[in-house]
């Protein structure tokens, strides 16, 4: 055979495709994601396999402890928001992952201008708040966790009970708890708490939309009995709830009044350059954010006391929106 012809032999031959290392990271990460933070019910799955439970809940503690151990170690604490203090307004800006900003293009009007966090004591009322903890507080007499988180979602009726949920609109004894006053605050707040992200964030009111799952929380210090108890684990709301675009939360009652522990917490950075920005609950305050990994958060285990939270989320979606409850007091 000619050198020519050599030449001639090698450009036809197809070329081995070698590994690329970025792609196999990535690959590797997405199959050793898992989902964590409060695990929300599906009420039309009422069983699994104990094998099942065991299996994910080792897994689930390794995982945990493992992340616990590499955010905690050589990490320096900002305190984003004290309970002492009154904030009108404050902000934190950090880049937008770059998978968030991806998913984002499908929704040019819902594009942030800068991915971040904020914190207001301004947005919601005392009296405002005061209502929205009477009605979870009345609601949860009919239900609660036998672990430590409970949970009441007025959207899809789904109401902690022992280690299981149940539909609180089944229950004829609890439609005394949903009075009108407490379903127009409600959504009041709702109105209120996304007029402020659209603002914060530089996007179209209009373009965003209340998401599943929106519930109120109720946190003890009482040992978990199962996975929706184990509220305290590192996550990225984006991660665990698909349709998440937007997060937001308001406090019901005091941290260091009414409980110890339970501060959120915010996980910026890896390594030694890892930094923790801590929100203590206040009576009425809002924080939100955006749900992609730029904020990687998870909320400090409830030591003492009980605290009430409300989690509000938004879509950019319209396939994933929610509407209000609607009850007979309508």
């Known amino acids: 055979m000619t050198k020519e012809q050599n030449i001639r032999k090698r450009k036809n031959e197809s070329p081995i495709k070698e590994n690329n290392p970025t792609e196999i990271k990535e690959n ?11 695990q929300f019910p599906d009420l039309g799955k009422a069983t699994r396999s104990t094998t099942h439970r065991v299996w ?52 040019p009007k819902c594009v942030p201008s800068t991915c971040g966090r904020f914190v207001s004591d301004s947005l919601i009322t005392k009296t405002e708040t005061q209502i929205l903890l009477n009605l979870v507080k009345d609601v949860l007499k009919y239900g609660g966790s036998s672990g430590g ?11 902690s009970q022992g ?26 707040v709702k109105s209120k708490i996304k007029t402020a992200i659209a603002q914060r964030f530089g996007i179209d009111v209009d373009s965003l939309y209340l998401t599943h799952p929106t519930f109120f929380s109720r946190i003890t210090n009482e040992t978990a009995k199962t996975i929706h108890d184990e509220y305290w684990h590192p996550h990225v709301d984006k991660e665990t709830y698909e349709s998440f675009h937007y997060t937001s939360l308001l406090y019901l009652n005091d941290y260091k009044k009414d409980f110890n ?21 206040k009576m009425g305050r809002v924080s939100a954010f955006t749900s992609g990994s730029e904020n990687l958060h998870n909320v400090e285990k409830v030591t003492d006391g009980t605290r009430f939270a409300i989690t509000i989320s938004f879509t950019c979606n319209s396939n994933f929106a929610i509407n209000d409850p609607k009850l007979s007091v309508d």
């Open 28 to 38: 590797d990460s997405k199959e050793k994601k898992t989902k964590s933070g409060i």
């Open 56 to 107: 994910t809940r080792s897994v689930m503690i390794i995982s945990v402890m493992t992340v616990v151990y590499f955010y905690t170690k050589d990490s320096k604490e900002v305190k984003f928001a004290l309970q002492k203090e009154t904030i009108p307004l404050r902000m934190q800006k950090v880049p937008c992952s770059q998978k968030y900003l991806a998913e984002m293009e499908e929704f």
């Open 149 to 159: 988180a409970s949970i009441l979602d007025l959207h899809s009726g789904a109401l």
């Open 163 to 188: 280690d299981k949920f149940i539909n609180v609109y089944s229950l004829p004894q609890a439609n005394d708890a949903f009075k009108k006053e407490s379903l127009v605050t409600y959504r009041l």
């Open 261 to 281: 522990g339970g501060r959120f917490l915010f996980i910026d950075g890896m390594e030694k350059n890892k930094t923790i920005s801590a929100i203590e609950p």
